[in-house]
């Protein structure tokens, strides 16, 4: 029987499985949240839990080895304002970025069952050429931070900072097994002014697992063959996936197509997933197409209600 934990920062709708307690957040709890998490539990295919606060505090509270995989995307660095203290992304140095994620990643693998992976989804960005203000996004003001952070050292204007490799080669020296790279290259990607470069157009998702054997299904995300009289093959490294809408007022969502991939080849049906980034709740959605448990921890109550809404919807 699904239940409610309304001791949590909000809403939740369990599918029946256990999650740990959670209760520092109660002030965030919002009435209009309380009623979709009614809605969530009366709904038969929901799977999916959602706590409101920093992802830092709220997984201490989870025991060792619940969760199978943690599927999640984190704010990119000195990109976009979330207008949250707490938020992550918002650090004055790319290292004190790199290391808040580090410490949280820590906790997350501590929670990872000893077969478990992390696939983490990362954007690059460039160092700020000089300027020191961004212009203004006229399609959504809350969008973009309205200062530049400050070239970090070493680095000249104009430089690609690396973030998703210094992230990468962080976490594999705080003990994670980084198993591959993955581009996601992205065909519809935003066209840009430059003329100096060309059009940045993939991310990318690394593969990590807490330990040197680990589940990974790898039938489950084969691909077809060039040659259609042949069987499908391995996944291979480059995934070609459009970017899907922003819903609603979240702006930096990843497509489900993506999520599937993650989820389908880190998990079994009745497993766990985590995300300690569920912004307007992709990985929820795809847990819920898919069979799968979901915790989602989001520090903005008001991504967290879309998020909701979304797991309503089923899409
Ligand atoms: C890139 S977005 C995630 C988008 C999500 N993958 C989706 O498809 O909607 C990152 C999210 O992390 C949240 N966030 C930032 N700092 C956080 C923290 N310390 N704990 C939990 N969530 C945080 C932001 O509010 C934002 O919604």
Redesign the pocket.
């Known amino acids: 029987m699904p239940e409610t934990h309304q001791e949590h920062g909000i809403v939740t709708a369990g599918g029946g499985q256990s999650s740990a307690p959670v209760g520092r957040e109660r002030d965030l709890f919002h009435e209009e949240a309380r009623s979709y998490a009614e809605q969530l539990v009366e709904h038969p295919r929901n799977r999916c839990e959602i706590i409101v ?4 505090r709220v997984l201490h509270d989870f025991p060792a080895g619940h969760f199978q995989c943690v599927v ?5 660095w000195g990109l976009r304002d ?1 207008g ?1 203290g ?4 918002a650090e004055a140095s790319v290292d004190a970025y790199i290391d808040d994620l580090v410490r ?1 990643f820590h906790e997350a693998r501590r929670t990872l069952a000893e077969n478990g992976t992390l696939w983490l ?1 990362i954007g690059d960005s460039y160092t700020s050429g000089g300027r020191t203000w961004r212009d203004v996004d006229e399609k959504n003001k809350g969008r973009a931070m309205d200062y530049r952070p400050a070239t970090p050292d070493g680095l000249k204007s104009k430089d690609l900072i690396g973030v998703p490799w210094k992230l990468a080669f962080a976490l594999q020296a705080d003990g994670w097994y980084l198993r591959t790279d993955i581009i996601w290259n992205k065909p519809n990607c935003q066209p840009e002014s430059v003329k100096d470069r060309p059009t940045r157009s993939h991310e990318y998702i690394f593969l990590f697992s807490k330990s040197e054997r680990y589940f990974y299904d790898s039938e489950a995300i084969m691909e077809a063959a060039q040659d259609p009289r042949q069987k499908a093959k391995n996944r291979r490294t480059v995934w070609n996936i459009n970017t899907e809408p922003y819903p609603g007022s ?1 702006f ?3 497509p489900r197509a993506l999520v599937q991939l993650c989820v389908a080849a880190g998990s079994r049906i009745g497993d766990r997933v985590l ?9 929820g959605v795809v847990c819920n197409e898919l069979g799968r448990n979901c915790i989602g ?4 109550p008001d ?1 967290a209600e879309l ?1 909701l809404e979304r797991l309503l919807k089923g899409r």
């Open positions: 606060g920093d992802a830092r999640t995307s984190p704010p990119y979330y949250m707490g938020q992550i992304g949280l989804n979240h930096a969502v990843y995300d300690p980034f569920f912004g307007s709740g992709t990985t921890i989001e520090l903005k991504y998020a």
